[in-house]
């Protein structure tokens, strides 16, 4: 093995033994290639699978949209909040879009604190920590801070530097090709 961390292309990578049982952890998903969202709701599935209490806030998804993940979630007892607008770069009120993050960010980071849940999946939390709507400073430390028995899955492009710094798991989606960029529509059951 080379004296790097990362192997070569034709040295195999060493595998640690995992030594420490964390009470919980911080995974974050980031990155322009699709399945950010997807891979946290898997994860969802898992610990309602082990009884766990789940909650989901959705920081980008309107009350209005129907999606599958939320069906499923809520017939498995997911509490779960829609709290944003839509595609918020599309929104003809970015001042109303900004309202609608700054207060899911406030129930949020009211379930965090309260601990009634062992996973929090904060899904495209990215976006208005990106575009300062909501601090990013007082996200990193209601994570950080959190209960110890709660563990947190944050999604969105372009995670800040200050959330993937307290994560234990960050996982990078790279866009290699997306069905969108070649002009199909995103469709139920795959995208939604």
Known sequence: ?????????????????????????????TGDGKGKSTAAFGTMLRAVARGWDVGVVQFMKSGKWKVGEEKVGVTLGVDWLKGGDGFS???????????????????????IEHGEHQLIILDEITYPMRWGWIDTD??????RDRPRHVNIIATGRGAPQKLTDIADTVTEMVNVRHAFDQGIKARRGIDF
């Open 138 to 143: 007082d996200v990193v430390s209601s994570v």
């Open 89 to 111: 770069w599309e929104s003809e009120d970015l001042d109303a879009s900004e309202k609608l993050a700054v207060s899911t960010w406030r129930v949020a980071k009211s379930a």
């Open 1 to 29: 093995m080379s004296n790097s961390e990362e192997p070569t292309r034709d040295e195999p990578k060493k595998i640690r033994r995992a030594t420490v049982r964390a009470e919980s952890i911080v995974i974050v998903n």
